[in-house]
């Protein structure tokens, strides 16, 4: 139903904005690092005074949220990769590492570790070199102050999940990666687009201005898409 305001009245209305978001396309999108940093919550509260004596009907708009599919956490950039045949991580890549140990302490999440290897060598081989990667970061963020308890568990998808081709240098080198899966204590991954559908009393999808004078409501349920 409608809610009627009255003259001279104030108001708030309190829009809540969810900033999941998942960018970089790789050969799905991804979250990144950057959009950790900006993964939160704004709530905004916004005063509304309306002046003079007509009372002016309120519509309503109702707002749900749909989660997108759950994609891996790579870093962007240049991603944490690694020189050919080498599980060695440089560096360069501890204020990154930084970021991620930072990130799950604050969330209070945990993390599961996958390295990945280019095409060159045996599949045996390059199953070995991803798991070599993978616990070279599981140490190296251990180093860093990450405690073992965060760390779920580490493995290898060797060669079997490229995600550029094998046939240049620069697509080998992509390959040689590692990926992050990242979930909360109930075992639920966080990086899902959340993309927000808002409609009004007739179903018509709309982009709700506060200061329209919209009652706005969010529905408790969200779906898997």
Same mark, same amino acid.
């Given at each position: #139903?409608?809610?009627?305001?009255?003259? %001279?009245?104030?108001?708030?209305?309190?829009?809540?904005?969810?900033?999941?978001?998942?960018?970089?396309?790789?050969?799905?999108?991804?979250?990144?690092?950057?959009? #950790?940093?900006?993964?939160?919550?704004?709530? &905004?509260?916004?005063?509304?005074?309306?002046?003079?004596d007509n009372t002016v009907p309120a519509k309503k708009i109702t707002c749900e949220d749909i989660m997108g599919p759950?994609?891996?956490?790579? +870093?962007?950039?240049?991603?944490?990769? +690694?020189?050919?045949? %080498?599980? /060695?991580? %440089?560096? /360069? /890549? &501890?204020?990154?590492?930084?970021?991620?140990?930072?990130?799950?302490?604050?969330?209070? /999440?945990?993390?599961?570790i996958t390295g990945h290897t280019d095409s060159k060598g045996s599949d045996a081989y390059n199953m070995a070199l991803?798991?070599?990667?993978?616990?070279?970061?599981?140490?190296?963020?251990?180093?860093?102050?990450?405690?073992?308890?965060?760390?779920?568990?580490?493995?290898? %998808?060797?060669?079997?999940?490229?995600?550029?081709?094998?046939?240049?240098?620069?697509?080998?080198?992509?390959?040689?990666?590692?990926?992050?899966?990242?979930? &909360?204590?109930?075992?639920?991954? +966080?990086?899902?687009?959340?993309?927000?559908?808002?409609?009004?009393?007739?179903?018509?999808?709309?982009?709700?201005?506060?200061?329209?004078?919209?009652?706005?409501? +969010?529905?408790?349920?969200?779906?898997?898409?």
């Open positions: #139903m409608g809610r009627t305001t009255k003259s %001279k009245s104030t108001r708030s209305i309190i829009v809540a904005i969810g900033l999941l978001v998942a960018a970089v396309p790789l050969s799905a999108r991804k979250l990144t690092t950057t959009q #950790m940093r900006e993964n939160t919550i704004r709530i &905004n509260a916004l005063e509304i005074e309306e002046p003079g759950i994609q891996p956490i790579v +870093f962007d950039e240049g991603a944490l990769n +690694f020189d050919f045949d %080498k599980s /060695y991580v %440089k560096p /360069y /890549y &501890n204020g990154l590492l930084g970021i991620l140990k930072e990130f799950l302490n604050e969330k209070d /999440y945990n993390v599961g991803g798991m070599r990667r993978a616990k070279a970061v599981k140490d190296r963020l251990i180093e860093l102050g990450l405690s073992s308890s965060r760390i779920r568990g580490i493995d290898s %998808k060797g060669e079997s999940e490229p995600i550029a081709t094998n046939e240049t240098d620069e697509g080998r080198a992509q390959n040689r990666r590692i990926e992050f899966d990242v979930r &909360n204590r109930d075992g639920e991954k +966080f990086d899902r687009a959340v993309t927000r559908i808002c409609k009004d009393e007739d179903g018509n999808v709309v982009s709700p201005d506060p200061a329209s004078g919209a009652e706005i409501q +969010f529905d408790d349920q969200s779906e898997d898409q």
